[in-house]
Each structure stands twice: as structure tokens, then as C-alpha cells.
């Protein structure tokens, strides 16, 4: 059974399509209410697919998600932590209720739903956690410090978890796409040319679409990677070549 985060468009619905795929039970959530989702997934082939609306930077709506999950499946076996928001401002513009909201739905969050499932996967001795950060944690741009900052807690998140659930089956890695269309990421940079100009910078000159990411997802959650763990994949066509 797999809990994806942030499900409802973008890069996370593209996660819970190629797990659906795949033949696995798909707890889609977001904090959009979009019920459309777990019908489209059961199309996609997830036996009981099922869609809860959830803020993740709730802990007791976070609670209820476990509670449900568990009472309904038995066990979570894949958690993919996706959530996240990507404001963009200057340091003097950015308030601490900006700086904390980032971190509740960026870091927070995937803390909170760790705590909540892992109890689960310790239960069964088996587990496979993929948190998502992002390239900008190595790049050289302006205007997301507090964005920036909440992807490197998440990088360290991932390696403190991977240390500390090991000897219980669990792996816990860290996907760092680069830009990547997305109905979000197309609003943000829409009538220009950003995504042309920024993948002439990478190796692989085309911007990246969520087709693109979900392979290493995929990867991370089999049982090919049963033996890796705490580790950033960096999946942006060449630009950064390491964490």
C-alpha cells in the first residue's frame, strides 16, 4: 500500500499514476479536494485507490490520514513525502509566518507523516520512504531562502531517517528534481522563456516534464534499491552533478 503527498496534480499525481500502474493500493492527498483523483487512478490500475483530502502541515489531519489508512489497508508500505510550496521573495521580504509556513508544509510535514506511519512499517519490517527536495539546494539563484533552506532540512531529514530505520527494513531516500513543467511551475514562469533558457544550461538541452522523474521514484520504492539508502538522486538533465 502506498501513501502519496501532494497528489492531485504536477509531479505527485504523475508519482501515484506510475505507482497505480504498477498495481499498487494509492492513498493519494493534497490540500486541494479533488475526490476526481482516486477514480483516476483506479483507471490507472489501483485496486481501492482512495483520495483524502489532507492538510499535511496539520498534525491531527495527519493523524486521521494514518488512522485511516491503517483501519482501512492494514499497513503503508511506500510513503512518498511530495508536498510543497516554492514562494519566491527577497530575504528583507520574507516574514516568519512566510519562513514557518515553508517549513511546516515543506519539512514538517514529511516529519509528521514519517512518525505517523513508520510505527506501521517497523510492524512488518519493510518500508520504502522517498522524500522529494530539489536542485536548488546546489544552484546559484535568488529569492528562495526560506525555500531553499526547508529543501536542504529535507536532505537532512532523509539521512537521519535512513540511519535510524535501517535495521527495521525500512530505506528512506531523497529525490532532487530540477524545473520541471507542472501546471504550478507554468503559471509561475508563463509568456516568457524560462524553461528554454534554463535547460540550455543542463546536458540534456529540453525542460524536464514529470514523466521525466518518476523513473527514479519508481526505482527508489522497488526492491532493486533494497540496498540504498539515505542517498539524493538529482534528476535535472545534467545541471548539478552532485549534493
Keep these: 500500500m502506498v501513501t502519496a503527498y501532494g497528489a492531485a496534480q504536477g509531479l505527485g499525481y504523475a508519482y501515484a499514476q506510475r505507482l497505480a500502474a504498477e498495481g499498487a493500493i494509492v ?19 489501483a485496486p481501492d485507490a482512495l483520495f483524502q483530502r489532507t492538510d499535511v502541515s496539520d498534525e491531527q489531519q495527519i493523524r486521521r490520514l494514518a488512522e485511516t489508512i491503517i483501519d482501512r489497508f492494514g499497513r503503508c508500505d511506500i510513503v512518498v513525502n511530495n508536498a510543497g510550496i516554492s514562494p519566491r521573495a527577497a530575504l528583507e521580504d520574507i516574514t516568519l509566518a512566510d519562513w514557518r509556513r515553508t517549513m511546516a508544509v515543506n519539512v514538517e510535514s514529511a516529519f509528521l507523516i514519517c512518525r505517523s506511519l513508520v510505527p506501521s512499517m517497523k510492524k512488518h519490517q519493510y518500508g520504502r520512504i522517498v522524500n522529494i527536495a530539489s536542485d536548488t539546494f546546489g544552484l546559484v539563484i535568488e529569492g528562495f531562502a526560506h525555500y531553499i533552506a526547508s529543501k536542504g532540512a529535507v536532505i537532512g531529514l532523509t539521512r537521519a531517517l535512513a540511519t535510524d530505520l535501517a535495521s527495521n527494513g525500512i530505506t528512506v531516500n531523497c529525490i532532487a528534481p530540477g524545473l520541471t513543467k507542472t501546471p504550478n511551475t507554468e503559471r509561475m514562469f508563463a509568456g516568457g522563456t524560462f524553461f528554454e533558457e534554463f535547460a540550455n544550461c543542463q546536458a540534456i538541452k529540453r525542460p524536464a516534464v514529470p ?3 518518476v523513473g527514479a521514484m519508481a526505482f ?3 526492491d532493486d534499491a533494497a540496498f540504498l539508502t ?11 552533478r552532485a549534493l
Design 230 to 240: 539515505g542517498q539524493t538522486l538529482v534528476v535535472n538533465g545534467g545541471l548539478l
Design 211 to 213: 514523466a521525466d522523474v
Design 27 to 45: 492513498v493519494a492527498t493534497d490540500v486541494q479536494d479533488v475526490p476526481s483523483v482516486s477514480e483516476d487512478l483506479m483507471a490507472q490500475g
Design 220 to 222: 527508489l520504492t522497488s
